[in-house]
């Protein structure tokens, strides 16, 4: 069966600081990942999915099928970065779409 | 653009009683999906539906049921509500199969608490 893992369940960071959210899966296929931002009282909203090979928010993201992991990076921290991060695992085929969640890690960033 | 719906975003029930949360998808997708977030904890997928059939199934317990409608909106029936059903129900959607790894998007959220 499929696995995330986030590690860190809280982390703080000055602003203007790097920003790295670790997070490391297990499954034997070929997973799609993605980060979910979740902001105080708001819905979960995707940040970005590692097949766009895109930049969010100044957040970037690659998949290291060799560690496998897909860590959340960010150069300079901001204050409105402030959210609950997911990161989340997709596992296609008939009857097997559905995301799996890591557990979440909480940034803050210290003013 | 138009989000995922759900209504009500609040919703107060004792125990024992029966509760229904609704769901209305993006326009033109076809794909919904119900998880289930306690408090504290990451969100743990319920079900989904795709062309108002059951695609998948997570760890939905047997007093709940789900279906989706013709205008594939959605609804999830809680029955015997116990308090730890009280959680944070997110509602997701997407657009059919194309390739398996259509985006899903979320809904604001239900929240409901059992007393």
């Known amino acids: 069966a499929q696995r995330v893992t986030q590690p860190e369940k809280l982390l703080s960071v000055f602003k203007g600081a790097p920003v790295e959210l670790k997070c490391n899966y297990s499954?034997?296929?070929?997973?799609?990942l993605f980060w979910y931002v979740q902001y105080s009282r708001q819905r979960l909203q995707l940040l970005l999915r590692?097949?766009s090979r895109e930049s969010i928010k100044g957040f970037t993201a690659d998949l290291n099928k060799g560690e496998t992991s897909f860590h959340l990076k960010k150069p300079f921290a901001q204050e409105e970065d402030s959210a609950m991060y997911y990161c989340a695992l997709f596992r296609g085929g008939f009857g097997n779409e559905k995301l799996t969640f890591g557990t979440g890690t909480r940034l803050t960033i210290i003013p | 653009a138009a989000g995922v719906i759900q209504s009500p975003r609040h919703l107060i029930k004792e125990k024992r009683e029966t509760a229904t949360l609704k769901c209305y998808p993006i326009?033109?997708?076809?794909?919904v999906y119900w998880y289930q977030q306690g408090p504290g904890q990451d969100p743990q997928f319920l079900i989904s539906?795709?062309?108002?059939?059951?695609?998948d199934k997570g760890s939905i317990p047997d007093r709940f049921s789900a279906q989706q409608f013709s205008d594939y909106h959605s609804e999830l029936n809680m029955s015997s509500l116990e308090l730890g059903d009280s959680a944070l129900y997110f509602c997701?959607?997407?657009?059919?199969?194309?390739?398996?790894?259509?985006?899903?998007?979320f809904g604001p959220g239900t929240r409901l608490t059992v007393l």
């Open positions: 326009p033109r997708h076809d794909t």
């Open positions: 539906f795709y062309e108002k059939m059951q695609s």
């Open positions: 499954y034997s296929g070929s997973p799609e």
């Open positions: 997701a959607s997407s657009l059919g199969r194309t390739g398996w790894t259509d985006t899903q998007y």
């Open positions: 590692h097949i």
